[in-house]
């Protein structure tokens, strides 16, 4: 009996990343799928054997070319290498004789930009990353936002930092934050990463900046590490990393079966963006609302009634519905309700926790109290909803 011969793939990524991660996975997909007989070796940490790396043992390689020190070390590998990396303005910064899956970082900062000016917004920031090699694509995206506030004949102000790092965390952070003071808002800012807006909503929740309605925040990843990080829930980009994922493998493949490729490149765009509270300017004067909703967006979930409330923003319980009225049509309760109904929409539509269990993540006292808000509200139970609605990402 002929036996198929297996293919021995390398796979150069960082699966602490993840962007890294679901490139990975879109390689597993394209597997999953297709005929091929691949068997993959991923190493934990490879950047510490890249010098002198031995690429003899592998039949292909798919690796991240964001990273400099990868480039160079397979610069001269006779083995076929797909790259997988940030697309480049400028055609001199694509590696040479290497097809290459390019994320459109033009179309992920104006959909991030876009999703601002829907919400209402007329200024405009991104925080970045300090220019360096390895931050090439981070310069790239401060590139696409200049140029669209060019075309849109806005000013915006752009703000590097400094690199992550515990050393020099408390400095960094008070420089963010002084940062953010001096800005004219309310303002949307896009971050180059989630991990870049994460520091954002600490920042200001340290200087007591609200959430969005003073800065409405976007990051790009989708990553759900920083959802459950973050106290009010992050609007993010989502990559079409799977589909690179899946166009790398699939040039690998037809590279292994002998076709000659060279510097043919892919520019992937992306999925969509996921909104969530942390960009969801309302446009109202009254400071007073505004610290109402900011402290709901972190603690509705929590059982807090409109008495807690009030107590935070300062004022008596019925002054501060009189505002709330007044600004937004609706009483600080129903706010409340608003808010935890819309965290369980949100958990029934994207994941698979019990019903139960959403209940009291949410801040409803019990199943029963739950499917009478859904059937008020949205005219079904809560599993009807789940099932209309489930494993949904909606763009915008």
């Known amino acids: ?28 997909a394209y597997l999953q799928t297709t005929r091929v007989s691949w068997q993959i070796f991923i190493e934990e940490d490879f950047r510490c054997r890249l010098d002198g790396i031995d690429t003899t043992k592998f039949d292909g390689i798919i690796a991240d070319f964001d990273d400099p020190k990868v480039c160079e070390a397979l610069a001269h590998t006779k083995i076929p290498v797909v790259a997988v990396g940030s697309a480049y303005k400028d055609e001199h910064n694509y590696p040479d004789g290497v097809p290459y899956i390019a994320t459109d970082n033009a179309a992920i900062v104006g959909l991030a930009f876009g999703h601002l000016v829907e919400m209402g917004l007329r200024r405009f920031a991104l925080f970045s990353l300090p220019q360096s090699r390895d931050n090439r694509w981070a310069q790239e995206r401060e590139g696409a936002f200049c140029s ?13 930092g400094q690199a992550t790092a515990a050393p020099s965390w408390t400095e960094s952070e008070q ?4 940062w953010l003071r001096d800005l004219p808002k309310p303002i949307g800012i896009i971050a180059v990463t989630d991990a870049r807006a994460r520091q954002l909503l600490q920042a200001c929740d340290t200087a007591g900046i609200v959430v969005p309605d003073q800065v409405a925040v976007i990051g790009i990843d989708n990553d759900p590490l920083v959802g459950i990080l973050s106290r009010i829930p992050l609007t993010s980009v989502i990559q079409g990393a799977k589909e690179m994922g899946r166009s790398a493998a699939n040039l690998l493949h037809k590279m292994l079966g002998g076709a000659r490729l060279h510097n043919s490149r892919v520019l992937v765009p992306p999925v969509g963006i996921n909104a969530q509270a942390s960009s969801k300017h309302q446009s109202t004067t009254s400071p007073l609302v505004m610290r109402g909703l900011h402290f709901i967006r972190q603690y509705g979930c929590q059982g807090v009634r409109t ?23 609706r009483s600080v309760h129903d706010e409340i309700l608003a808010h935890k109904l819309n965290a369980a929409k949100h958990s029934l539509a994207h994941d698979s926790t ?25 005219s079904c139970t809560p599993r009807e909803y789940r099932d209309t609605h489930g494993c949904q990402i909606h763009s915008t």
């Open 307 to 329: 008495e807690q409330v009030a107590d935070y923003v300062g004022v008596s319980r019925s002054s501060l519905d009189a505002h709330f009225r007044a600004g937004l049509g």
């Open 148 to 160: 669209l506030l060019m075309r849109e004949q806005l000013k915006g102000e752009i703000f590097r």
């Open 1 to 28: 009996m002929k036996t198929s011969k297996f293919y021995k793939i390398s796979l150069l990524f960082n699966a602490n990343k993840v962007y890294d991660r679901e490139i990975i996975a879109g390689i597993a």
């Open 175 to 178: 420089n963010l934050i002084q």
């Open 354 to 378: 019990k019903i139960s269990d959403i209940a009291a993540l949410c801040g409803f006292n019990t199943v029963q109290y739950l499917n009478a808000v859904f059937r008020r509200e949205m």
